[in-house]
């Protein structure tokens, strides 16, 4: 989707620009590694930075596997290795909050109820454990129903749970001596980056080749999914096995996931070859966002519909939120093909 | 959406073909009569006789409706109320056994399990009760969770019992001397129509207006709908309310039931004026069928969900269904939307 252009470093090889772009992404993790420390208790500002912390951690993982061939690999293995372990880490307890907001979200629209306050979604005080039943949707009362008063209430009590979870562990593993090897790693990436042989190659020659491998990949997935389909509304197809006793809905979700891993990968590795984002991509990341944002959260309603002893007006509201947001997968896949067909028809593909 | 036509009965005054036309449909009504008393143990017969029935009901009833004017009000509002209640009473068992259908398909359809034979859906010989919970949706198993399989059980139950008691109140009906009292006047429509003196002006002129007044209400009835929401694909209109207390969902379906309403009593004044079909008018008026259906379809799985002492599991699953036949409102208006559009474009308004 773009052809490799003459960026500013005509005479640098290959590895100096790399080194220069993986010692900026260093810059930034570490200037968000000390936001976070010194943050305290301002719960805001700690989440935000680890945000941007994982952010880093994403960009420096994306350019080690984009461009594997100019470093040592198994030092580039093991390094994406703990950088993908601290992004999973740290991703869990803004993934629980922003999941807890989407259904407690569509339960007030699924009430008619969407002008009441949203719920309290703040990440819990370490160390302040919830109190259980006590959610903000179960007081809402007024037009909810009884069924999606509790449903409410259940998922708020377990994303809840999680999301403390989560967020303890992400605290357990900053102060780890894991993450403190990793924090050295990025730290001595610019200035001790070992390099391949083939890192002595001209810069926008090299690089530009290995972007568009990874350019490629992600056309060939793209290639894979079912656009077609998606691009009928109201096809029906993601809520397809939504009753099925086997999993098979994570199944289509699959492809359609690592779509949006190679996009991300892809964005990444252009920021590295040529700086600044291409808005369609960023858009077209987005709306994959949503699509497992929302496959994760219908996941979550049935999830807690296997509850023991829920009351069977609470299971049907669970059943009523997971059909939404299967739907809102289903959208998410129309919006999808109609950004990429949008993108492939304003730019020739390579 | 059609400019008035000479029709071919230039010199006929509009009593003169307003009387043929019913007399047509009369014939159409007795006919299906005899058919239907001769159906015996056919049901599939009976089935078809009874759908010619309601048809023509239907159609004799409009046209004592757009051509009041013509007629003698209280002569024809009484025959039109008596058509009403002989139209409703046999369709319900027809609107059962489609419902059945519509659910039991949609719960194979979220079960994987499309392939499975369908349900057993002819109406159950008169007398012959069904066997409480031996229902086809029970014995399925496979690849149905435990909970889609008692939901489909349960709504077999449900619906059967409700078709058993239609089809043994449009055999009631059919016997009555109140149908007796309808069919003789069915059969003196033609010959003996109390017309009005506005009966006497000139056919094509006086019955033009009367059809356009008709396709008038349907333009405006439309000009109220939501059509720009409509188009807007996964819009979540359809599922707003889908678990408030109050049951405004049935609001926001009103005016679309009214449209379909209107659309048929405009193709039924359109057939009076000149004779054929409109496919445009006619694919409408389908989109609309399914919409109805699919908020009936909906309504049913929410009842069942609130029978007393059901699994969680069955209630999860009701939910599930539940929200899927809201969608295909959503999707049918969405289609509906389409082909108004595409009719509106093609044929300039009046």
Do not use: K
Request: hydrophobic letters at 45%; charged letters at 20%.
């Amino acid at each position: 989707m773009h052809s490799p252009e003459l960026s500013r470093h005509d005479t640098a090889t290959a590895g100096d620009t790399l080194a220069r772009h993986l010692h900026t992404q260093a810059g930034a993790f570490l200037r968000s590694l000390r936001l976070h420390s010194e943050s305290g208790a301002d719960t805001a500002g700690a989440a935000e930075a680890a945000r941007a912390l994982r952010s880093s951690a994403r960009r420096i993982s994306g350019s080690l596997s984009t461009f594997r061939p100019l470093l040592d690999p198994d030092w580039a293995d093991t390094l994406r290795g703990e950088l993908g372990w601290l992004s999973a880490t740290l991703a869990l307890e803004h993934s629980c909050t922003s999941r807890m907001v989407r259904l407690l979200d569509a339960l007030s629209r699924l009430s008619g109820t969407s002008a009441v306050p949203r719920a309290r979604v703040e990440p819990a005080p370490p160390g302040e454990e919830p109190a259980p039943g006590g959610g903000t949707a179960a007081r809402r009362g007024g037009a909810l129903t009884v069924g999606a008063a509790r449903a409410g209430a259940l998922l708020e009590r377990r994303l809840t749970l999680a999301r403390t979870r989560a967020h303890s562990a992400a605290l357990g593993a900053l102060g780890s001596s894991r993450f403190h090897a990793v924090a050295d790693s990025v730290a001595l990436l610019a200035s001790e980056l070992p390099l391949a042989p083939a890192a002595a190659g001209p810069a926008d020659e090299v690089l530009g080749m290995l972007a568009d491998v990874t350019e490629r990949r992600l056309l060939d997935a793209v290639a894979e999914l079912p656009l077609g389909r998606a691009a009928h509304p109201y096809n029906a197809e993601a809520l397809v096995n939504g009753l099925a006793a086997d999993p098979a809905a994570e199944q289509q979700d699959a492809p359609w996931h690592e779509v949006r891993r190679l996009l991300r990968l892809h964005r990444y590795a252009r920021e590295a070859v040529r700086p600044g984002d291409d808005p369609v991509l960023c858009h077209a990341g987005l709306v994959l966002d949503h699509h497992r944002e929302a496959a994760e959260a219908s996941e979550a309603a049935a999830s807690a519909a296997r509850t023991p002893r829920i009351a069977p007006a609470t299971a049907y509201a669970l059943g009523v939120l997971h059909a939404d947001q299967r739907h809102e997968v289903e959208a998410a896949r129309f919006a999808f093909q109609q950004e990429w067909r949008h993108a492939t028809a304003a730019v020739p593909a390579p």
